[in-house]
């Protein structure tokens, strides 16, 4: 994973929920960062998220977890 920020970006941590999670968010696991790359819907609002090291993390409905996301600022 690089730890590369994009210039005039702004890295800030949100809480996400299987709802709100999106491509480019970076989820820590087990100490761990892990960067997602795809996001596929499962049934009764889940979803599977896969990681760019190839793992995949299922998150439920009521998954809370915290994640870095880049905050584009134009």
Not at 32 to 44: A, H, K, M, T, W
Request: proline residues 7%; charged residues 25%; hydrophobic residues 40%.
């Amino acid at each position: 994973m690089t730890p590369w920020t994009p210039t005039g970006a702004i890295a800030s941590p949100v809480e996400i929920t299987s709802t709100n999670v999106q491509r480019g968010d970076v989820i820590q696991v087990g100490g761990e960062p892990y960067r997602v790359i795809d996001i596929r819907q499962l049934p009764r609002g889940a979803k599977c998220l896969l990681f760019e090291t190839g793992e995949q993390l299922t998150m439920h409905r009521r998954t809370r977890l915290i994640a870095l996301r880049v905050l584009r600022r134009w």
